[in-house]
């Protein structure tokens, strides 16, 4: 009997330890908004470009980006010059400069979201070069991450809160804090409140918002990028950074505790900043591997 209590008491522990280590320090959309947003991503491909996707996806994904869109999570610790590049911080103030913030703790520069963003999107400029340095199967998983987080509000967030890490709020009667508010409590009281529980359903929603009266005249100003050589993931974060100071910043502060007020004011922003990253998303990969696409208005 000894024996078993031991044994039972082990068991407990490793369970334990397995729960303290598989919950990770959450600071990017949790795995659903990632998969919201390359989900819908997928809607917007064209034939070309989904072939050429299809193509660099490693085998576990089973042909579908979604499936790896939370790779880089996955992976940030194990690789952790790679930590700083799914956000960037302002200075305590409500606009985005690329020169002033774009840098890492060691000051080493374009080391951030939109740097990150414009780096692996220039690597797969590269896909058809036989002599290309590049693991291009890498460099999709990094974008396809990065145009998420960088369209999650806090992740252009403020240095001195940690883009909202540090900003302890209960959401209704949990003890969470802003960032992670942003990045799953709202999905999940979503799910919870409109969608049955479903990620599908709220998918389907999502894309349905796009298409109809509510999103459908902007559609095409999301995708627009006037620029050549470098995406427009700078408007990204400066839009980001207005909506952190607008929306996901404004009445809180320590130990606010954020209710149905804040959650029916600041679901469809949040709604919408996914429906924008998929979108944009697909048009710099329709950009990179269709060429009838970027001949076309859309990047002129
Ligand atoms: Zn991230």
């Not at 992976?75 to 930590?83: A, E």
């Not at 774009?102 to 058809?128: E, P, R």
Request: glycine share 6%; aromatic share 10%.
């Amino acid at each position: 009997m000894k024996m078993m209590g031991f044994l039972k008491f082990l068991l407990g522990l490793s369970l334990m330890i397995t729960i303290m280590v598989s919950t990770p320090v959450v600071e990017a959309w949790g795995k659903e908004g990632h998969f919201m947003v390359c989900k819908i991503a997928e809607q917007y491909l064209t034939e070309n470009t989904s072939r050429v996707v299809k193509e660099l996806l490693p085998e576990s994904a089973g042909g579908e980006l979604a499936e790896v869109c939370s790779w880089a999570d996955k992976v940030r610790f194990r690789m952790r010059w790679t930590s700083p590049l799914h956000y960037v911080n302002t200075p305590g103030v409500c606009t985005f400069k690329y020169s002033r913030d774009c840098f890492n703790s060691q000051g080493v520069k374009d080391m951030c979201v939109v740097g990150a963003i414009n780096n692996y999107t220039a690597q797969l400029q590269s896909y058809g070069d036989s002599s290309t340095a590049y693991d291009l199967t890498q460099s999709l998983m990094f974008l396809a991450h990065f145009v998420g987080d960088v369209h999650q509000p806090l992740h252009a967030g403020f240095k001195d809160d940690e883009g909202g890490n540090t900003i302890v709020v209960h959401w209704y009667r949990r003890k969470t804090n802003l960032h992670h508010v942003w990045d799953v409590n709202m999905i999940e009281t979503a799910m919870s409140d409109y969608y049955n529980k479903d990620l599908n359903v709220m998918i389907d929603s999502i894309l349905k918002k796009i298409d109809q009266k509510e999103w459908s005249d902007e559609v095409n100003k999301w995708e627009t990028c006037r620029r050549k050589t470098s995406t427009c993931a700078t408007n990204y974060a400066t839009e980001s950074t207005s909506i952190a100071c607008e929306y996901a910043y404004k009445d809180v502060e320590q130990d606010s505790v954020l209710t149905d007020e804040y959650f029916d004011s600041r679901l469809p922003v949040l709604e919408k900043r996914i429906a924008q990253g998929g979108v944009r998303l697909a048009a710099i990969l329709n950009g990179l591997f269709d060429s009838s696409f970027s001949d076309s208005v859309k990047t002129e």
